[in-house]
């Protein structure tokens, strides 16, 4: 799903209301538990998950935040009022405006929303602002079982489950295989380390480079779009964000040799130099119109098969992101939940409609409909059937090896931070050890001073 832009507007006053630093806590219930409605049984703010069958239920209204700008969504939540008689206002906005709108709501509490979109990298500050019922004990463990496992830890912070895990979305590699021909390459068998995708690069280059052709193109604009490829470049050489002690370590190890190898790749000319301002459209659009042989993107199947938009109809193939040495692979994820509002006055109407969205039914709709690939794993051998494209299956395998974004409170502040260093250290200014140096400080600074607060 193409929504990760970092929404920095809102977060400053609520990260300083609820006083909490944004590095991942060292016990695991982040010493807020009672703040979050838990309390000794486990129970949550007295919701039941088996409560969402009370007939009482029916004729409340719930409304809804979430990202739908072409009313698709919209038309899908008539089957959950028709199935539960609850009702449902449906707040459809940009994604760019739902971080807003919740942390404004939350500083307010205000109780006119009830249920609200949570992407990834936002989970840790629903959770230490305060903003969000922590469903861990509220959601069945049989049911938190039934997802795949990059939307389950999409939806989580720190052992606390904040969501339901709506959707599952990562970056894949694709790769044209009529360039793969052209080079004289196997167009059947993708680089499967980023050693292997170099060289591959190098042979693209030397015999098509004269067609103004690159061997791949990148969303490496300073902005999130560059930090989550970074993501899956430290995963792949097995990097972390943090130690067990809540220090950065993003400049050592998998993180630093993630970066070099971004580095190594620009500078090696096979990368097209529009990458440095490129976001994930202007690659797909560079990758349709034939321009680069390789990429690495969120979902896409329906745009590349066009011949309406794409030149490359029928030429391309899907598959797993390079991996390094006992790595297989590593993608960053986009995976999002839906979550209730702590202000909420229907949270057991709110939960009703996270457990139908849950569902099949629902999740079936929405992936046939919108294209959203589900939450739920065995859905993905149940629809295969009738997948003509066999993407489902490809996408799920990924799915597996996904790496998420720190998820803390204060990532908005983090990921501005590494998203400029990395630029910088792609531009030629500065080496990958002293941006990533300065990068890590900042965030420890970062930290330091909002735990200060």
């Known amino acids: 799903m193409k929504r990760h832009s970092v929404v920095a507007a809102g977060i400053v006053g609520l990260f300083l209301v609820s006083g909490c630093g944004g590095a991942p806590p060292t016990t695991s219930g982040g010493g807020n538990s009672d703040s979050n409605g838990q309390n000794a049984e486990g129970s949550s703010n007295g919701l039941s998950w088996s409560g969402t069958s009370d007939p009482s239920l029916k004729g409340q209204t719930i409304t809804v935040l979430w990202t739908d700008t072409n009313g698709i969504r919209g038309k899908l939540l008539k089957q959950f009022t028709k199935d539960?008689?609850?009702?449902?206002?449906?707040?459809?906005?940009?994604?760019?405006?739902?971080?807003?709108?919740?942390?404004?709501?939350?500083?307010?509490?205000?109780?006119?929303?009830?249920?609200?979109?949570?992407?990834t990298i936002w989970a840790g500050q629903y959770y230490k602002g305060n903003i969000a019922v922590d469903l861990t004990h509220v959601i069945p463990k049989d049911v938190q079982d039934k997802f795949t496992p990059s939307s389950l830890s999409a939806a989580s912070y720190d052992g606390h489950l904040m969501g339901i895990p709506w959707f599952s979305s990562s970056k894949h590699l694709f790769w044209n295989k009529e360039l793969f021909k052209e080079a004289g390459l196997d167009p059947n068998r993708p680089p499967k380390t980023y050693d292997e995708f170099l060289k591959d690069?190098?042979?693209?280059?030397?015999?098509?480079?004269?067609?103004?052709?690159?061997?791949?193109?990148?969303?490496?604009?300073?902005?999130?779009?560059?930090?989550?490829?970074?993501?899956?470049?430290?995963?792949?050489?097995?990097?972390?964000?943090?130690?067990?002690?809540?220090?950065?370590?993003?400049?050592?190890?998998?993180?630093?040799?993630?970066?070099?190898?971004?580095?190594?790749?620009?500078?090696?000319?096979?990368?097209?130099?529009?990458s440095l301002q490129w976001d994930?459209?202007?690659?797909?659009?560079?990758?349709?119109?034939?321009?680069?042989?390789?990429?690495?993107?969120?979902?896409?199947?329906?745009?590349?098969?066009?011949?309406?938009?794409?030149?490359?109809?029928?030429?391309?193939?899907?598959?797993?992101?390079?991996?390094?040495?006992?790595?297989?692979?590593?993608?960053?994820?986009g995976s999002e939940g839906l979550a209730i509002m702590k202000t909420s006055k229907h949270k057991e109407a709110a939960l009703a409609f996270l457990k139908w969205i849950a569902g099949d039914e629902y999740q079936t709709m929405e992936y046939k409909q919108e294209g959203q690939y589900p939450s739920v794993q065995a859905l993905y051998t149940k629809l295969s059937s009738s997948d003509k494209s066999g993407l489902l299956l490809k996408f799920d395998e990924q799915f597996k090896y996904g790496v998420n974004r720190p998820n803390a409170p204060g990532y908005v502040q983090w990921s501005d931070i590494i998203s400029a260093r990395l630029h910088d250290a792609l531009l030629g200014q500065g080496t990958p050890e002293y941006n990533l140096k300065v990068a890590a400080n900042e965030v420890q600074s970062q930290e330091a001073l909002s735990s200060s607060q």
């Open 280 to 333: 994930e459209q202007d690659v797909a659009n560079a990758f349709m119109a034939g321009k680069i042989a390789m990429m690495s993107n969120w979902e896409e199947g329906d745009n590349l098969n066009d011949p309406k938009q794409s030149k490359i109809a029928g030429k391309w193939a899907v598959g797993l992101l390079p991996g390094e040495g006992q790595v297989t692979s590593a993608a960053c994820t």
């Open 84 to 119: 539960t008689g609850i009702k449902v206002k449906e707040i459809g906005v940009d994604y760019n405006s739902v971080y807003n709108k919740v942390t404004t709501a939350a500083m307010a509490r205000s109780s006119d929303i009830d249920v609200v979109e949570m992407d």
């Open 201 to 274: 690069s190098k042979i693209i280059q030397s015999k098509l480079g004269g067609k103004g052709i690159y061997a791949s193109g990148w969303s490496w604009k300073q902005a999130e779009s560059l930090t989550c490829d970074y993501v899956g470049f430290l995963g792949a050489y097995g990097g972390a964000f943090f130690d067990k002690n809540n220090k950065p370590i993003f400049d050592t190890g998998g993180g630093l040799q993630g970066l070099k190898e971004m580095v190594t790749l620009m500078k090696s000319g096979t990368v097209d130099p529009a």
